[in-house]
């Protein structure tokens, strides 16, 4: 070994007196050697760093249909969502499949002469939602369309099943379920999402979708949704609040205090053939969409609720938020968590930012 060569003190041994070089040395693995804001030092490399990314094939766009002679009424409390009527609605489908967003979930708003206690507009072949799908599928043939299976927006108490002396009828109301299902089929619905959170949908409404030839129907699971006061500018926007009043829909939906409950909820669910599974609301129960995902490794959604919307857009309003850049942030955060999609009234908007780039 010559004098100009240099070896590091790492790889001789200490001479006498001289104080211990590891000591001395950097600890490895460590800061100061590790640095991992080197990675995030330009915009290139926090480009091809990132994890996760968001596009617009992640994004379902849940949307209200009424029957009234107004194309697009605003909802009070989702500023920018509206009431479309049916025309308006098939040319805003076209506008979100010319974004490239795969689906929308579309939501009646039943008038309350049509609303009942047994809820028996939810089979009519040609009800509202029902004539919206047509005219979707007639008009905008590649979009999906997702539509709940649930009795809520037509009975006349605002619950999700039969009511007989104040409690909710599990079985009997699966009967009813069935049919509409059989009639959103019918009309053109690829997704039925089942969002009642009432016990043994799945496999009913399975059994009654392949007996019918309607195999191809895909079913969404609500599985693991949450009795949450996050939903109440929905329930604004169909009308279904004012029907529940002071109710509210503990005995099924879940307690927002459970997440093993959620597991075993989604455990029947995918038991029974549900092809993919629902938590809602989103931002809160990141936890329960991590595992879910995680334990069934099902194609999973977030459904980012009408109240999480509303509390977004209200501090945009004030100024206080970034609003584009808050609602993209927490799209990224599903995403994170194990989303495949995401359930948004933001899609439309993201989707034209994601476009324009
Ligand atoms: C109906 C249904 C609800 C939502 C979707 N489907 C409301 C409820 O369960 O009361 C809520 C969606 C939202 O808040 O955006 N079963």
Redesign the pocket.
Known sequence: MTKTQRVHPLQRPAARGEPAVAAAAPPTGQYPRIRLRRNRADAWTRRLVAERRLSVDDLIW?VFVHDEAAAREPIGSMPGIFRHSIPALVEAAGEAAALGIPALAL?PVVPAALKSPAGDEACRADNLCNRAIRAIKQAVPGIGIIC?V?L?PYTSHGH?GLLRDGRILNDETIEVLCRQALAEAEAGVDVIAP??MMDGRIGRIRDALDTAGYQHVRILSYAA?YASY??G???DAIG?GSSLGQGD?RTY?MDPANGEEALRECALDVAEGADMLMIKPGMPYLDVLWRVKEAFGLPTFA?Q???EYAMLKAAAERGWLDGERIVEETLLGFKRAGADAILTYSALDVARRLKAG
């Open positions: 849940p939501f709940d649930a809520d999700d969002s009642d949704k996050f939903y500018p929905f329930r279904s829909k939906q459904y609720v009408s109240g």
